[in-house]
């Protein structure tokens, strides 16, 4: 079956919340794909990017501030935070304007906080559901790069004590973080993301990692795509992201060795055939 996975950054909710979360699984995404950082003092959260300024209202509720990062905020400071407004000042998908967001949903979004990722794991737990857990490694701050072992650490922590290790994948772009993590968990299931096409797909072969994320780019070349799918037949699993657009999800469903799909567009699933071959 194929797995549709609703990125963080969904066009119905703001990104990286519980609020997202509850729509994609009411719209029946199969999981739901998220973001983690670490705070001040070491407890990861729910958060694209190294910065709190696109998502929050850090600038209005810490004016005096010069640094917006997101390692540079304790967790009380954080969940200060209104994660949900920008999402409907500024309708980033233009799903708002198009009448496709209630009016109570709006409502709600206002004040709504930055999760955990323990209230992530929770949530996504009580729903017998399943998540992909991208590791963050804020790449534009040296203080981050410092910390990728303890965000290694951090992260295998909370998942081994929420669990259920069957239910959770973890990915990155970065191969040396997923070893560190296969270390902590070695039952984890892991994916490597890839960034852009790439000549030789095997080099990414690992058995530290089981899966392979790939830009949805990928299969419109039919070397690389001849190459998936030999992966794919002896037992990599592989995701592409991130595809939105109708027709294309229909045709990547009928495409039956990809294992699955992030978009932002859960909502649309009634509308994906189910895979031929």
Request: one cysteine or more; a negative charge; charged letters at 30%.
């Amino acid at each position: 079956m194929l797995n549709i996975a609703h990125r963080g950054g969904g066009s119905i909710a703001p990104e990286n919340t519980l609020e997202a979360a509850d729509k994609a699984f009411k719209n029946r995404a199969h999981m739901w794909e998220l973001d983690v950082q670490l705070t001040a003092e070491g407890v990861p959260i729910l958060m694209h990017d190294d910065s709190l300024q696109r998502t929050t209202d850090v600038e209005g509720v810490f004016p005096d501030r010069t640094d917006y990062c997101v390692n540079s905020f304790f967790l009380a400071e954080i969940k200060e935070l209104d994660a949900g407004s920008w999402f409907i000042e500024t309708d980033p998908f233009g799903e708002i304007a198009r009448g496709k967001v209630p009016q109570a949903a709006l409502r709600s979004y206002k004040g709504t906080e930055v999760p955990t990722l323990k209230e992530a794991l929770e949530l996504t737990k009580s729903r017998g559901w399943r998540v992909n857990v991208e590791l963050k490694t804020g790449e534009g701050n040296p203080i981050a790069k410092e910390k990728r072992k303890t965000l290694v650490h951090k992260v295998a922590e909370v998942i081994g004590e929420v669990g259920p290790l069957s239910r959770i994948v973890v990915s990155s772009f970065e191969k040396e973080l997923l070893k560190d993590f296969k270390c902590e968990l070695p039952e984890i299931e892991l994916a490597l993301i890839i960034d852009g096409p790439v000549e030789d797909p095997y080099k990414d072969r690992s058995e530290v990692w089981g899966g392979l994320n790939f830009p949805a780019s990928a299969i419109e070349d039919g070397k690389l795509r001849h190459q998936l799918r030999e992966l794919a037949s002896s037992g990599t699993k592989i995701m592409l992201w991130t595809i939105n657009d109708r027709d294309n999800l229909r045709k990547v469903a009928r495409t039956s060795w990809i294992e699955g799909i992030i978009t932002d567009y859960p909502q649309r699933l009634t509308q994906i055939a189910q895979p031929l071959d």
